[in-house]
T-cell receptor, first 112, second 113 residues
Framework: KQEVTQIPAALSVPEGENLVLNCSFT??????LQWFRQDPGKGLTSLLL?????REQTSGRLNASLDKSSGRSTLYIAASQPGDSATYLC???????????FGKGTTLSVSS | EAQVTQNPRYLITVTGKKLTVTCSQN?????MSWYRQDPGLGLRQIYY???????DKGDVPEGYKVSRKEKRNFPLILESPSPNQTSLYFC????????????FGPGTRLTVT
């Protein structure tokens, strides 16, 4: 059964720092991987989606990489800002059209 | 604006009183699903639907029902809610073709007393 783990569970950094969030999954046979952002008590906002054939995706200050063979993905946030404070969730899809399997998230706090 | 909407956003009810949480999407997506989010357990899928009149159980379907009579709507029904169904519920949708990017609604916070 697919399991997704995110480390660390929480992270506090000063504004301006570059940081990396980690995601690992136990079954490398994934269809795609999505990174989401969730603000407290709010919905999920899709940040980046990486298909299984891709190695990375970039959007603004965010860069997500995927190493399927080792079961790992990283989300790199450049020049962090207080507005980046949120919980970041990683999720994988094992087969097309089936459930997202989520990690428990990394809660990021960026102080000014 | 492309979006997934849910209603109500907040609901407090009592044990045993039937309720329905509605979900609607305007992106012509075939695939829709329901998740619940609980502290320490993360997000887990309740039910999903690949298209109209096609539904199937997810990981935690007990105590829930769904229907998919129209492509845009996927209501979640709790016939006899219990306190262990107190949770934050999310509806999601996607196309059933590459890359299957899923879009989530704003969430419904349900409290059952």
């Amino acid at each position: 059964k697919q399991e997704v783990t995110q480390i660390p569970a929480a992270l506090s950094v000063p504004e301006g720092e570059n940081l990396v969030l980690n995601c690992s999954f136990t079954d490398s046979a994934i269809y795609n991987l999505q990174w989401f952002r969730q603000d407290p008590g709010k919905g999920l906002t899709s940040l980046l989606l990486i298909q299984s054939s891709q190695r990375e995706q970039t959007s603004g200050r965010l860069n997500a990489s995927l190493d399927k063979s080792s079961g790992r993905s990283t989300l790199y946030i450049a020049a962090s800002q207080p507005g980046d404070s949120a919980t970041y969730l990683c999720a994988v899809v094992g087969q097309a059209g089936t459930a997202l399997i989520f990690g428990k998230g990394t809660t990021l706090s960026v102080s000014s | 604006e492309a979006q997934v909407t849910q209603n109500p956003r907040y609901l407090i009810t009592v044990t045993g009183k039937k309720l329905t949480v509605t979900c609607s999407q305007n992106m012509n997506h075939e695939y829709m699903s329901w998740y619940r989010q609980d502290p320490g357990l993360g997000l887990r899928q309740i039910y999903y639907s690949m298209n109209v009149e096609v539904t199937d159980k997810g990981d935690v379907p007990e105590g829930y029902k769904v229907s998919r009579k129209e492509k845009r709507n996927f209501p979640l029904i709790l016939e006899s809610p219990s306190p262990n169904q107190t949770s934050l519920y999310f509806c999601a949708s996607s196309l059933t073709k590459n890359p299957y990017e899923q879009y989530f609604g704003p969430g419904t916070r349900l409290t059952v007393t």
